[in-house]
């Protein structure tokens, strides 16, 4: 089946510009994370969308940075007015979700964000 | 809160060795899970494999095996007669199952890996 789906693939934009990358996680998976990555470095977490409960956001990095999840499917993360820090891969992965039991993660390819 | 250390930046090995991947751990729930994720040249990140808190039980599965010792909070990965498609970063993850925060991923550092042929 489909895997988890991300747009776009690269994205080039100018500082001070906001930015919407979006995923479209496997069917069925209820819960979904984003994740962010720069170069040579670890995934840092940023949020996590499980069901219908509110959003664990102990990961973002600023209040430039926000994501909605929209009919529990397609998760949009929005970053406002970008800085060139915030160049890096931005990963979503989504899993079953089975409250507690471990699902493991399944990623998509990546939104490599560039900002000039 | 959740941490996972994975203190190898990088290991270089030639083709044929075997190489161990460390993991440490942290956290004060009782009930957790902890997985390994490969990330090759490519880029995508693949599962490997999964191990919940209360099976300590060594598993292998072809060239892989994982030993989770909860004495040591550690949970490390080796892989045998290395070869060169092994070559990737390397992930060690934890989720706990406490009820704020389940399926809450964190990963490690990583350890990027490569075997020269």
């Known amino acids: 089946g489909a895997g988890v789906s991300q747009s776009p693939s690269n994205k080039v934009t100018e500082k001070g510009k906001d930015v919407e990358l979006r995923c479209d996680p496997i069917?069925?998976?209820?819960?979904l994370y984003w994740y962010r990555q720069s170069l040579g470095q670890g995934l840092e977490f940023l949020i996590y969308?499980?069901?219908?409960?509110?959003?664990?956001k102990s990961g973002l990095p600023s209040d430039r940075f926000s994501a909605e999840r929209t009919g529990g499917s397609v998760s949009t993360l929005t970053i406002q007015r970008t800085q060139q820090e915030d160049s890096a891969v931005y990963l979503c992965?989504?899993?079953?979700?089975?409250?507690?039991?471990?699902?493991?993660?399944?990623f998509g390819n990546g939104t490599r964000l560039t900002v000039t | 809160a959740q941490k996972v250390t994975q203190a190898q930046t990088e290991i270089s090995v030639v083709e044929k060795e075997d190489v161990t991947l460390d993991c440490v751990y942290e956290?004060?729930?009782?009930?957790?899970?902890l997985f390994w994720y490969k990330q090759p040249p490519s880029g995508e990140l693949v599962f490997l494999i999964r191990?919940?808190?209360?099976?300590?039980q060594n598993e292998i599965s072809g060239r892989y095996s994982w030993n989770f010792q909860k004495s040591t909070s550690s949970f490390n990965f080796t892989i045998t007669a290395s070869q060169v498609v092994d070559s990737a970063v390397y992930f060690c993850?934890?989720?706990?199952?406490?009820?704020?925060?389940?399926?809450?991923?964190?990963f490690g550092p990583g350890t990027s890996l490569s075997v020269i042929p």
């Open positions: 992965a989504s899993s079953l979700g089975l409250g507690g039991f471990g699902s493991p993660l399944h």
């Open positions: 069917s069925g998976h209820t819960a």
């Open positions: 969308f499980q069901g219908n409960s509110a959003p664990d």
């Open positions: 956290t004060r729930d009782t009930t957790y899970y």
């Open positions: 191990r919940n808190s209360f099976d300590e």
């Open positions: 993850a934890l989720s706990e199952a406490l009820k704020t925060s389940y399926d809450k991923v964190i």
